[in-house]
Nanobody, 115 residues
Framework: QVQLVESGGGLVQAGGSLRLSCRAS????????VGWYRQAPGKQRESVAT???????SYSDAVKGRFAISRDNAENTVYLQMSSLKPEDTAVYSC?????????WGQGTQVTVSS
């Protein structure tokens, strides 16, 4: 069993920045790909960014150039640095990983960007 806990969400003005954290309860987290996803009201959940165990990153077109995903394996934590935020980035952001065939999600953290 793995618990993922997100933090760092909040209310920010357009153009501002936030850094989200996703901390895992087990060290095996460090050898897995981790993804950040978001879901806005009335919309499907979408992938935002992923980072592999080797540090290879990928981003959705909507956030490329504005968001940066990183990881600190010693702290079992993955970060999402969000800059130049837009009102359309408003959503609940969740992190995800698969360990031993099991799909784990955090509870999510709300990000609200005001115009």
């Amino acid at each position: 069993q793995v618990q993922l806990v997100e933090s760092g969400g909040g209310l920010v003005q357009a153009g501002g920045s936030l850094r989200l954290s996703c901390r895992a309860s087990r060290s095996s987290f460090s050898i897995n790909t981790v993804g950040w996803y978001r879901q806005a009201p009335g919309k499907q959940r979408e992938s935002v960014a992923t980072i592999s165990r080797f540090g290879t990153t990928s981003y959705s077109d909507a956030v490329k150039g504005r968001f940066a995903i990183s990881r600190d394996n010693a702290e079992n934590t993955v970060y999402l640095q969000m800059s130049s935020l837009k009102p359309e980035d408003t959503a609940v952001y969740s992190c995800n990983t698969i360990i031993g065939g099991w799909n784990y999600w955090g509870q999510g953290t709300q990000v609200t960007v005001s115009s």
